[in-house]
């Protein structure tokens, strides 16, 4: 981990922090930490930052509990099961504290791609990219009309509807490590999509997240494509 790499990870930790004392007190958010109160409440107040491993263990145990706890209570779900995570996905600011809970908390290497599918998944790609500090683009269902070369991705679904995915040629090199992610995952089909895209580009996958899991098959199906970590922050 560079410095800047440590930094942000640094700044993280305390936004985590600042997040969980919004309903807490300082006794409060020492007995789910396991850290000094007053150590709490300088970090909150910006006078000192946490070290590295302590920002470390703040982000990957406490940060993904309380980022999974918050998610949680922004999803809602109606009668039929449909999810409506608008909440979430256009909430910039929560989605920048989520990307270093994924960053630290998940197997993942680090990409020199993050990739998604437009359109609900792109602010979600976003903040992944700007913590890796690397690359982010998304798939379309249709083509931009200056670009040339594209890479294609077609599918049938279970419903008998052909969907297809465009995606620049430009947007992925040939050895790329790419982190394939999306705000939900139900059954896999769109993952899939994606994961095809990366094979025809002759890049390597980093990984498949989603912020929320409809169910289990959509995890299984990407996990019978990959070899690499598979995972989704909560479950519905």
Do not use: W
């Not at 150590?39 to 509990?65: I, K, M, S, W």
């Not at 996905?89 to 920048?96: E, G, H, I, R, T």
């Not at 090199?173 to 999509?193: F, H, N």
């Not at 094979?199 to 409809?214: D, Q, R």
Request: with cysteine.
């Amino acid at each position: 981990m560079n410095r800047a790499e440590k930094a942000a990870l640094q700044l993280r930790a305390v936004d985590v922090l600042r997040m969980l004392k919004e309903t807490r007190t300082y006794d409060e958010l020492a007995e789910t930490t396991g850290l000094p109160a007053g150590d709490l409440n300088r970090y909150v107040n910006g006078h000192v930052l946490p070290g590295t491993e302590r920002a470390r263990e703040v982000v990957e145990d406490v940060g993904r509990e309380a980022i999974a706890d918050e998610l949680d209570a922004r999803i809602r779900v109606d009668d039929e099961g449909y999810v409506d995570n608008s909440g979430t996905v256009f909430d910039q600011s929560f989605l920048d504290l989520v990307a270093p809970v994924v960053a630290n908390g998940f197997e993942f290497n680090r990409p020199d791609v993050v990739l998604t599918a437009a359109t609900d998944g792109i602010t979600l790609a976003a903040s992944l990219a700007s913590y890796y500090g690397t690359r982010c683009a998304y798939a379309k269902k249709s083509k931009e009309t200056a670009v040339e070369e594209f890479i294609e991705a077609r599918q049938r679904l279970q419903s008998g509807i052909e969907l297809t995915y465009y995606l620049p040629a430009s947007a992925v090199d040939a050895g790329d490590s790419v982190l394939v992610v999306d705000d939900l995952i139900r059954s896999g089909e769109t993952q899939e999509l994606l994961l095809d895209i990366v094979e025809t580009s002759e890049a390597a996958v980093a990984g498949v997240f989603a912020l929320i899991a409809a169910g289990d098959d959509g995890i299984e199906r990407a996990r019978e494509r990959t070899d690499a970590p598979v995972g989704a922050l909560t479950t519905v």
